[in-house]
């Protein structure tokens, strides 16, 4: 485990973007099929391969990079590592920034799936209120933010799935 984590480390000091491009989809793909698994129990012959490819491939070309940008620009707005810090980047992320990218990110995949602009946005007005998937962000996420902000390097940050 520590050989496969040191050549973690040295792909990552090599190619930054690239391998948290890699991670974000890999990691996408995998809460799909914990998802599709473990929560809506439909054991491998109900398995969609096809919603697993689909989620993944949100990962590498949405969150990745848009995550990964987000976390580097927030990182020049509000520089440091103080607990401070961490706080206003915390409020910052999830006031500002995650309502859009959870907008973004329903939309993508309702448009992956086939649903109309009419139909993704009336999921989008569905989820974003209470007791969905908006609010459930604001109770887990901040801990994990500050967390995140404060203790994680900006290379090793990795985006929250929505």
């Known amino acids: 485990m520590a050989a496969l984590w040191r050549s973690y480390q040295r792909l990552m000091a090599q190619h930054p973007w690239k391998v948290q491009i890699l991670t974000a989809g890999s990691l996408v793909g995998v809460g799909d099929v914990i998802s599709q698994q473990l929560v809506e129990r439909r054991g491998l012959r109900g398995h969609s391969s096809r919603r697993t490819l689909k989620m993944m491939a949100i990962g590498f070309c949405f969150v990745g990079p848009v995550v990964g940008g987000w976390y580097q620009l927030l990182d020049r707005l509000i520089p440091g590592n103080t607990r401070m810090v961490a706080l206003k980047k915390m409020a910052l992320d999830q006031v500002g920034f995650a309502p859009c990218f959870l907008g973004c990110f ?3 995949a309702g448009a992956l799936n086939g649903l109309s602009a009419e139909e993704s946005w009336a999921k989008i007005r569905r989820v974003s209120a209470p007791p969905h998937a908006l609010s459930s962000l604001f109770q887990l996420w901040p801990a ?3 967390a995140n902000f404060y203790f994680i390097p900006l ?5 929250p799935e929505g």
């Open 106 to 108: 329903l939309a993508i």
């Open 144 to 146: 994990v933010q500050i």
């Open 155 to 159: 290379n090793h940050r990795f985006p």
